[in-house]
């Protein structure tokens, strides 16, 4: 082991491993293998008929779909949220800027509800929207609505302070050697600031995946239409179906860490050619 | 000319940061913007290459007006003092940014970076990327950068700030050499004099906003014309002299002054350590006798040897001007000596010299020292501790004295005692028979009266206005002198009687350009200029009347004391009104 010891401020090598271990063990590892013990215990047939399930499969392209829609939608709105509070000095910034951690704090049915409560066809907002002939509660958009608003702080905490180091000089630089506004934020700003932004991306878009709370109010919970996955696995659990809650609850666990590994492995990438420029 | 800055004026929050800036600099120059910290040489920089938004003036480079031109399309390179190379991208690929952003051919960029590593001696350096390369290289890179364009002209701010000594001065001859070859005009910021004398063509001197002096090296070392560049290039020595048909003495005149005596005049002459000479008794020396001073420190600085020596018997030396070092016992000079001239007279701390100085400079400023002038002490202190007499002596490395005098109250009827007025600027407190101080100081043969409100804080503009034109270039001279170091706008009010005929007008506005030009060249000051028509103390108490406090020029002409009384007259309730901006009144003397 010693030779992977390296000289660092937090004391002992063995210890602080042991910690992570442990840590990792209880809280992530075991319960999972718990997950996929219990979901892989029927049988090749059982399993494939509960996750192939018709119901189950509008359940998955509304999760992951809903999840990554709101995600794109955080990172552009997110980075527009970052950039206007790093640049601009604005009456009333500070409050803004303590608002966006708001989702954080409120319990998720809350939001759910609050959101559910604007945007219901009698509500203030679905009123309006109902009149021009869009629905956003009790459909697919409702979703992606409360996936927004959960996953927004994730982009902008993400993106702020690498926007923030984004030297004031380097845009001055640029603008004198010619390159337009567009030229600078594509060659100069995007550059510095996409490692943060997919960070944002990828959290936002875990969250959105394994969001429950918010969701279940505004969806309406209609099988085959505005049914998300983890309520899909609370309703196997409320009619005592532990077999196929725990499968459900394992191809969901794969999928997610398919795609997580593979945003990892992009910003990875990234990363790599960032810290070579001496980041 | 290819870089040409007209009256630029540059605000943040109200306060000018760059203030009436006009510069000129030929195809082909040199020119080092120096000043301290904070003097607004950067912000002008910025101003010129577009990425600062100026609030007065014009810019131009090479004849077109750029003032409106966004940075892009100015043309200009820019180097920055950290660099600010982009570090996710080569060497190779910072230096061809500003062709692909000009989407060249992939051919001609590469030619280009080619062309430019080779001119900064960094061939090969292509594919590393910035954090790579030293500090000295990477500033290499980001002039190459900075040139990749053929820009016409370049502009560096502080490129040399956060290199070391030894990189420092190399990268200084590779600019230079560059420069050179090139043919390119160029603008280099700095606050290191040292960096001014080596590269520059020409320097400009900036403090608080303002372009001082412009000039070549050895004129701006030799004959600076402002307090602040005599002491901001290089050491100096300020001592107040008194010129009269005699010549120039160090020692104070006579009060009352002999009958006999030709009128004297108080000046600021600059006295560099190295022109100073030592003597063990004033019969040894070879120069003008200064005083007798004792040493104080003795300091060996390799070639030279520096000294720092104490002028004590006041009553027969210098007044000292220079602000920290004057004190009660004495005024402190700079001395340093050639280590031939420290054999020839070794001293010691404690040791008594005779000073001579072998050239001094006079200053063209017409504001020499200030008096506060009262009937008491006390009275005097308040008036020498108002935010602006305070504010002007600190500036002007000045001391303010104080002279009692009783007369001052008296009614003017009684014959005008032998008694002289100070020399320089007398200040009288203003307020209920403040006009009638100010007449006794006039009765009395001075020639400058600031008369204040000692509560009021600093002027934030100043409004020059001249009873006569005889009265005109005294008064810009003047007001230059103040304005350079007071950070206010300035404007000039002519004022002409309402039933002017049509052909006058035009008349009296060509006097009054002709004027401002004349300011701006022999005292290196723009300001703005307004003709107005009607009764003179309306127009000024209405110019005035604005809610922040104003300082007001008022010129006079070379009459007898009298006379210039009686051209006051219209404007007397100004300077009896209570809690009033200041009033400086210039009598012409020149």
Redesign the interface.
């Known amino acids: 082991m010693s030779r992977f010891r390296q000289p660092s401020i937090l004391p002992g090598f063995g210890l602080t491993l042991g910690f992570t271990t442990f840590f990792l063990s209880a809280i992530v590892l075991i319960p999972l293998a718990a997950l996929i013990i219990k979901g892989s215990s029927p049988s090749l047939a059982a399993l494939k008929d509960i996750l192939l399930d018709p119901r189950a499969i509008a359940s998955y392209r509304l999760s992951f779909g809903a999840a990554l829609l709101a995600a794109v939608v955080n990172a552009i709105f997110g980075f527009i949220v970052a950039w206007t509070l790093v640049r601009y000095e604005f009456p009333g910034r500070r409050l803004v800027d303590a608002l966006i951690d708001l989702p954080f704090a409120l319990p998720t049915a809350v939001s759910g509800i609050a959101l559910t409560a604007v945007f219901a066809p009698n509500g203030w907002l679905g009123e309006k929207l109902a009149s021009v002939g869009v629905q956003v509660a009790y459909t697919w958009v409702g979703v992606v609505v409360a996936l927004i608003l959960i996953g927004l702080p994730f982009v902008v905490r993400s993106v702020q302070p690498a926007l923030i180091e984004v030297?004031r000089?380097?845009e001055?630089?640029?603008?004198?050697?010619?390159?337009?506004p567009w030229?600078i934020f594509r060659?100069?700003i995007m550059?510095?600031v996409l490692p943060a932004l997919l960070t944002g991306f990828t959290l936002a878009f875990a969250r959105g995946i394994g969001e429950y709370g918010s969701v279940v109010f505004i969806s309406g919970n209609l099988p085959m239409k505005t049914e998300i996955t983890p309520l899909l696995i609370v309703i196997k659990l409320e009619q005592f179906d532990y077999q196929a809650a725990a499968a459900l609850g394992l191809a969901m666990l794969v999928m997610s860490f398919v795609m997580l590994f593979a945003i990892n492995l992009v910003q990875a990438w990234g990363r790599r050619?960032?810290v070579?420029?001496?980041? | 000319m290819s870089i040409e800055l007209d009256q630029v004026t540059k605000r943040y929050q109200a306060v000018p940061v760059v203030n009436d800036v006009s510069i000129e600099v030929a195809e082909g120059e040199f020119l080092v913007l120096l000043g301290p910290s904070g003097s607004g040489k950067s912000t002008l920089l910025r101003a010129i290459a577009g990425l600062t938004e100026i609030d007065r003036g014009r810019v131009s480079l090479h004849g077109r007006d750029v003032t409106h031109v966004s940075a892009r399309e100015r043309e200009v390179g820019f180097v920055f003092q950290h660099y600010a190379l982009f570090r996710h991208m080569t060497i190779g690929e910072n230096i061809e940014f500003a062709l692909r952003v000009r989407h060249a051919k992939a051919a001609e960029r590469r030619a280009r970076r080619q062309e430019l590593l080779r001119l900064v001696a960094l061939e090969g350096m292509d594919h590393r990327l910035p954090a790579q390369l030293s500090g000295g290289q990477q500033q290499r890179i980001a002039v190459a950068r900075a040139l990749a364009h053929r820009p016409k002209v370049l502009l560096m701010d502080e490129p040399f700030g956060a290199l070391d000594a030894k990189i420092r001065e190399e990268l200084r001859r590779t600019i230079r050499q560059i420069q050179r070859e090139l043919g390119i005009s160029t603008i280099l910021v700095t606050h290191d004099q040292e960096e001014a004398f080596a590269l520059a063509d020409r320097i400009g001197v900036m403090h608080q906003g303002r372009l001082l002096e412009c000039g070549k090296p050895d004129d701006l070392y030799t004959r600076p014309a402002t307090r602040f560049v005599s002491t901001f290039l290089g050491a100096a020595n300020l001592l107040l002299g008194y010129r009269s048909k005699d010549g120039i003495r160090f020692a104070p005149p006579g009060n009352p002054a002999p009958a006999a005596a030709s009128p004297v005049h108080e000046i600021v002459t600059v006295l560099r350590p190295e022109e100073v000479e030592l003597a063990s008794e004033r019969k040894g020396l070879k120069s003008t006798f200064v005083g007798h001073a004792r040493v104080e420190e003795v300091l060996f600085g390799g070639a030279v040897e520096r000294l720092r020596v104490r002028m004590q018997d006041r009553g027969t030396v210098a007044s000292a001007v220079k602000g920290a070092a004057a004190s009660a016992d004495g005024t402190l000079l700079e001395v340093t000596r050639t280590l031939p001239e420290k054999r020839q007279l070794p001293v010691t701390p404690g040791q008594r010299v005779a000073l001579g100085a072998r050239r001094i400079h006079v200053l063209p400023t017409p504001v020499s020292s200030f008096s506060a002038v009262a009937t008491t002490e006390d009275d005097c202190a308040r008036i020498a501790g108002s935010p602006l007499l305070q504010a002007l002596s600190t500036r002007m490395l000045t001391r303010i004295n104080h002279r009692i005098e009783p007369a001052i109250v008296q009614p003017p009827n009684g014959k005008p005692a032998r008694a002289l007025a100070p020399l320089g600027v007398a200040a009288v407190e203003s307020g209920p028979g403040g006009a009638a101080r100010v007449e006794w100081l006039l009765r009395h043969g001075a020639t400058q009266v600031l008369c204040l409100d000692p509560e009021r804080p600093v002027p934030a503009r100043v409004v020059i206005h001249a009873v006569s034109d005889a009265a005109l270039r005294p008064t810009m001279a003047v007001a230059s002198s103040l304005l350079r170091n007071l950070p206010a706008e300035a404007a000039f009010l002519d004022i002409q009687p309402q039933e002017l005929p049509e052909d006058e007008r035009a008349t009296q506005l060509r006097h009054l350009l002709d004027a401002r030009s004349e300011a701006a060249a022999v005292h290196g000051l723009d300001v703005r200029t307004e003709l107005r028509f009607g009764d003179s103390a309306t127009e000024l108490s209405k110019e005035l009347a604005a809610e922040d406090t104003a300082l007001l020029i008022v010129g006079l002409p070379l009459a007898p004391a009298a006379d210039a009384w009686q051209r006051l007259r219209p404007i007397a309730k100004l300077l009896d009104a209570r809690g009033g901006g200041p009033v400086l009144i210039v009598r012409a003397a020149t």
């Open positions: 030297q000089d380097l001055d630089a640029a603008e004198t050697l010619g390159a337009s030229q060659r100069i550059p510095a050619r960032h070579a420029a001496g980041r």
